[in-house]
């Protein structure tokens, strides 16, 4: 189990598995014409960036923690830059930014998992003794099993070899599930009658399930009679995650933690969509029943943890810093799989991001782990700046194309809100910010940042804010717009309007944007990280000295920036 004492970050090593679940992606790069006189080195470099995780080459979409350093294990292909040949590699670090990269640590080599060495999870048992529990694949139709594998040597700090013993699989399907549909066990935790719990994702029908599963000695599983949950018409349930979140504080919680004062949230990626969806809800511990609160949304139109380029996420508690981590994969969205041989390397991990529940219950709260800002540099400041409609004004000072930027922007009025339109509220907050977009002049707003911008805006992505009034209340969309963001139209490039609404009181008349800018990501954090965006670009215009960023209001009211904090952001290791 995970251990709740407090240990220093050198005597405790947490694991972490986020592993992608069998999903083909659009992970590769078209030469654009205007960059075809640049040397190979450069066109493959272009859009790598410099302090997210990624691998030297070759495709990728995970990471991990032991013993004072974290692990990070991650799906791989060492043969080429799309799906295919997967093992799990394994890089370690000591700060959750830089990276050194190790030997892979699980190959597929045995009947289990011949086809395949799918995702799963880390569990701690008794002792400090890290389990990996993760999918095989057993044969060309897909069928999987779930397996597990422990370290050769306990005393070797960065657990370079794995055993995986001779009595697995530990989990087949039965006649009652889809055996191509059965992935990715779960962090397991312990109940108070001392049985381990787990849970696989699957799909009968087109509804998906978190099925349950019961072991005294972690060797023997057997399935229990019901789901924990599952929910009609929202396809396969892939990377299933299911932890505890406190109800009177911000600090994470052990996994095996219950109580009065305890909600779960129960985690989905769903592979018809390719997002990632969460409930807080109540766990029966005498039932193993999950249920959602009654506010929540159960489907696609509920809430994301990210509203961007998001998938396959995980959690894990840091008993060091008494925190949840969240970490998710960014595939590559510009052209066609074929492609990727180009550009050498193929996806990357969103920073990682502490994690806890938002006073209201309502939601989750997100922000870039502390360890980030030692990558901060020069500095630039703008205070009380007053934007009026249409205007701009450039950030100079800093490298906008690696960044780290904070503002706050405030408004003397709420009065000039656009009325939201009634037959908007069916629509994805995606599809709003498609036809009201940055330029698309509103009352309050839209202002916000426009990253990644060519000198003449040609192109740019724009994160920014919309208010609207619908009733006697206030709506806040928060847009990150990646349909402009460069002047290739490769018809298979994939540029959308990505957007979620902020659940934040506006008594104050403040919002506040916090966007982290890596040459071809930008993660936005809204509202102090209640709602959350990630957007892959690909600009051909704005790279590396000829980036430029701005802050920009398009509405008739008058916006101030309050406080904007900008950062050069160096290099991480990896």
């Not at 960065?158 to 087949?172: G, T």
């Not at 889809?178 to 009658?193: S, V």
Request: aromatic share 12%; hydrophobic share 35%.
């Amino acid at each position: 189990m995970e251990f709740s004492r407090k240990c220093s970050l050198c005597a405790f090593l947490l694991f972490f598995v986020l592993l992608f679940c069998n999903n083909e992606v659009n992970a590769s790069h078209e030469v654009f014409r205007k960059l075809q006189s640049l040397s190979t080195n450069i066109v493959r470099n272009l859009f790598r960036t410099g302090f997210h995780f990624q691998p030297p080459r070759h495709w990728i979409n995970g990471p991990m923690y032991y013993n004072g350093i974290y692990h990070l294990f991650y799906q791989y292909n060492p043969k080429g830059e799309v799906w295919g040949n997967i093992v799990w590699a394994h890089s370690v670090s000591v700060d959750l930014v830089n990276w050194i990269n190790l030997e892979p640590a699980i190959y597929p080599s045995e009947a289990f998992d011949k086809y395949g060495t799918w995702s799963g999870s880390t569990t701690i048992l008794p002792g400090n003794k890290p389990v990996i529990l993760y999918t095989g694949i057993i044969d060309d139709e897909q069928s999987q099993v779930q397996n597990y594998a422990i370290p050769a040597n306990l005393t070797d700090p960065f657990l370079r070899k794995w055993i995986k013993p001779d009595n697995n699989p530990l989990v087949v399907a039965d006649q009652s599930i889809n055996k191509t549909k059965f992935r990715d066990p779960t962090t397991a935790w312990l109940g108070q009658d001392g049985l381990w719990r787990m849970l696989v994702g699957s799909l009968r029908g087109r509804r998906g399930l978190a099925l349950l599963y019961w072991s005294r000695d972690f060797m023997k599983w057997t399935k229990a009679k019901h789901p924990i949950h599952s929910s009609a018409d929202t396809g396969n349930w892939e990377c299933v995650d299911f932890f505890p979140v406190s109800l009177e504080h911000t600090d994470g919680l052990d996994t095996s933690s219950h109580g009065e004062k305890v909600k779960h949230v129960l985690k989905v990626s769903l592979d018809d969509t390719r997002y990632d969806y969460y409930t807080i809800g109540t766990y029966d511990t005498k039932k193993d029943r999950y249920t959602p609160d009654e506010t929540m949304v159960d489907g696609w139109k509920g809430l994301r943890l990210d509203y961007g380029n998001f998938y396959a996420s995980k959690t894990f508690y840091d008993p060091s810093k008494n925190r949840r981590i969240l970490m998710g994969w960014a595939n590559e969205s510009d052209v066609v799989p074929t492609d990727a041989i180009n550009k050498g390397w193929s996806g990357i991990q969103t920073i990682p991001r502490r994690l806890w529940l938002d006073p209201s219950g309502r939601h989750l709260v997100q922000w870039p782990v502390e360890e980030l800002e030692h990558l901060r540099k020069q500095k630039v400041e703008i205070r009380n700046y007053r934007l009026n409609k249409g205007e701009k004004v450039e950030v100079e000072g800093i490298t906008p194309a690696q960044a780290d930027v904070e503002v706050t922007f405030s408004f003397s009025s709420l009065e000039n809100a656009e009325e939201f339109d009634p037959s908007w509220a069916d629509l994805y907050a995606q599809d709003v910010c498609g036809f009201r977009g940055s330029t698309v002049q509103g009352g309050l707003g839209p202002f916000g940042l426009l990253t990644l911008s060519s000198e003449n805006l040609e192109e740019y992505t724009p994160v920014f804010f919309r208010v609207f009034k619908t009733q006697d209340k206030y709506k806040v969309l928060m847009c990150s717009d990646a349909s402009r963001s460069s002047v290739r139209n490769h018809k298979k490039m994939y540029k959308p309007s990505f957007a979620g609404y902020v659940d934040v009181d506006l008594t104050n008349k403040t919002l506040s944007l916090r966007s982290l800018i890596d040459h071809s990501v930008v993660e936005s954090f809204g509202a102090g990280g209640k709602t959350v965006i990630t957007s892959r670009v690909y600009p051909a215009l704005s790279i590396y000295n000829d980036t430029h960023l701005f802050a920009f209001n398009n509405g008739t009211e008058t916006v101030r920036i309050e406080n904007l904090d900008a950062w050069s952001m160096d290099k991480c290791d990896r």
